[in-house]
C-alpha cells in the first residue's frame, strides 16, 4: 500500500475513534523516530519499517 493510502487509513481511524468518544493520546506518526520506548516490533512493523515506512501509532481510550 502507497504511504499516502496507509496515512489516509491512520486519518480514518483517528476520525472514527473520535466520533465515537474514544480519547486519543500519544499520536505517532512516525513512532521509531518518536520517544516512545516500550514498544515491541511486530513482524508486520519490521516488514514495512524495512521498506521506509513510517510506523503509526496511537492509544485509544474509551471516555
Known amino acids: 500500500m502507497p504511504e499516502n493510502g496507509q ?3 491512520f486519518e480514518f481511524s ?3 475513534f473520535s466520533a465515537c ?10 513512532l ?3 520517544s516512545f ?3 515491541i516490533v511486530t ?3 519490521k516488514k514495512f519499517s524495512e521498506l521506509g515506512c ?4 496511537l492509544e485509544a ?3
Open 43 to 45: 513482524e508486520y512493523e
Open 21 to 30: 468518544g474514544f480519547k486519543l493520546e500519544n499520536i505517532s506518526l512516525d
Open 54 to 57: 513510517p510506523i503509526y501509532r
Open 7 to 9: 496515512y489516509a487509513f
Open 32 to 34: 521509531h523516530k518518536s
Open 37 to 39: 520506548k516500550e514498544n
Open 61 to 63: 481510550r474509551i471516555s
Open 14 to 16: 483517528i476520525e472514527s
